[in-house]
């Protein structure tokens, strides 16, 4: 099992509507959760983090995270053609500062 | 402060040539990664320094790779007799002691193997 997981995509949804990402980890140890955008040919950008469960929000980026069910999930709202790209899970595990990285989700917003 | 910066952007080199790449970190961050990235595969981690010392080496990191911290400052990442399959592009991460506010990526160096 892989100790971080992504649901494989690609994503394609239309201007306005929200997109879901889901990410499932298997280090229960792990205590911080990140979400990176990263644009094609680019390096990955730290667009939300989260630590404790429940939800969090900023702008049009909300992140949850479930412990329980080692669970976090990214949704953007009213998405734009320019929130396309790949996003990527990302957990510190037991380490305490090793950022294990998912496969990503590659998304594409349709005008 | 410009972030992390790495040297070059782009590497082309002959299969069995040797090459080096450059980070320099945020000026403040204790810890400084080296990860690797192919195609439709998220980064994967190479190497951890905590200072000038390195504290883990992925065992993606065989005998032909060497990085280096020396003075806590900037780093060195050495590739020895190149293969095909090491093309991929290779991320310097910065951070402070407290990884968990997350890491600062650098731009990246992209190496093609011919």
């Known amino acids: 099992q892989k100790e971080v997981e992504q649901n494989s995509g690609p994503l394609s949804v239309p201007e306005g509507a929200i997109a879901s990402l889901n990410c499932t980890y298997s280090d229960r140890g792990s205590q911080s959760f990140f979400w990176y955008r990263q644009y094609s040919g680019k390096s990955p950008e730290l667009i939300m983090s989260i630590y404790s469960n429940g939800d969090k929000e900023d702008g049009r980026f909300t992140a949850q995270l479930n412990k329980a069910s080692q669970y976090v999930s990214l949704l953007i709202r009213d998405s734009q053609p320019s929130d396309s790209a790949t996003y990527l899970c990302a957990v510190i595990g037991g380490s305490n500062y090793k950022l294990t990285f998912g496969k990503g989700t590659l998304l594409t917003v349709n005008p | 402060d410009t972030g992390v910066s790495q040297n070059p952007r782009h590497k082309i080199t002959k299969r069995g040539q040797n090459v080096t790449f450059r980070c320099d970190p945020i000026s403040e961050h204790n810890r400084l990664y080296w990860y690797r990235q192919t195609l439709g595969q998220g980064p994967e981690f190479l190497t951890y320094f905590q200072n000038e010392a390195q504290l883990e080496k992925s065992r993606l990191l065989s005998d032909r790779f060497s990085a280096e911290r020396p003075k806590g400052s900037f780093s060195t990442l050495e590739i020895q007799r190149t293969e095909q399959g090491d093309s991929a592009m290779y991320l310097c991460?910065?951070?402070?002691?407290?990884?968990?506010?997350?890491?600062?990526f650098g731009s990246g160096t992209r190496l093609t193997v011919v």
């Open positions: 991460a910065s951070s402070s002691l407290r990884a968990d506010y997350g890491y600062t």
